[in-house]
């Protein structure tokens, strides 16, 4: 055994240097979390996403998100879905991502980058969109129809 260790060794350590190297990328995975990343020619551009949370007085799931926010330290922009002219921008969001309206049932209504819209507060989906962690997971929305969550 000794002697077969010393005749392939050099493959062995390739092997522990490439099992520490993707150890490390992949506990990366969300180091940029609320931020995108985009190349112009050489350079590269790093932009914070734009998320929008449409809420509603004495509404758990509305608390939940704006804890899970915190938590997670996403800065966020909250509006009131009982205030007629910020259901109207909500709903010309929804018209731009073409989003089928009828499906807003309820709040808390997020919406990241004016392209992703999610009805309801799902903290795996929020993680894999935001965070870029979890998405091995299943996670269930109805109504999230503009991001798929690959298995």
Known sequence: MKRHFLKYWNIYLGYVLYAAALTFIFSQNGCASNFETLRHG???????????????????????????FK????EYTERDYNCTPCRKELWSVADRVHFNKTNIIGVPVIVIDDNK???GYSPGQLSCILLQKGCSKKVYNMYLDSIRIKE
Do not use: F, G, R
Not at 52 to 62: A, D, E, G, L, V
Not at 71 to 74: E, G, H, M, Q, S
């Open 117 to 119: 819209l999610m009805v």
């Open 42 to 68: 050489n350079t590269i551009v790093i932009k914070p996403k734009k998320v929008m949370m449409w809420t509603s007085p004495n509404c758990y799931y509305c608390d939940k998100a704006k804890e899970w």
């Open 71 to 74: 938590d997670n330290n996403v």
